[in-house]
Nanobody, 122 residues
């Protein structure tokens, strides 16, 4: 089992920045691809960004490309999501997720955190 705990959410104005963190425990963190997903009220959960086990490969949704950056620190068992130029449509609960690196980077992620709320005011 992998336990994931997000932090760093909050209320920010349009154009502002936030950095989300996700601390992992339970297994060897560097064996896992990690991702960030989000769910806005009344909408399905959607992909935001993923990063492979080494940090050498990242992928982003078109809606956040150029504004968000995913990164990881395997020594700290933590994955980050730096969010800049935030828009009201970025308002959502953001979830951290993980899946073993044996699986494709884009796949159904197995382990999930509880989520952290990000609210962008206009």
């Amino acid at each position: 089992q992998v336990q994931l705990a997000e932090s760093g959410g909050g209320l920010v104005q349009t154009g502002g920045s936030l950095r989300l963190s996700c601390a992992a425990s339970g297994r060897t963190f560097s064996d896992y691809n990690m991702g960030w997903f989000r769910q806005a009220p009344g909408k399905e959960r959607e992909f935001v960004a993923v990063i492979n086990w080494s940090g050498g490969t990242t992928k982003y949704s078109d809606s956040v490309k150029g504004r968000f950056t995913i990164s990881r620190d395997n020594a700290k068992n933590t994955v980050y999501l730096q969010m800049s130029s935030l828009k009201p449509e970025d308002t959502a609960v953001y979830y951290c997720a993980g899946r073993h690196s044996l699986y494709p980077l884009i796949s159904n992620y197995e382990y999930w955190g509880q989520g952290t709320q990000v609210t962008v005011s206009s």
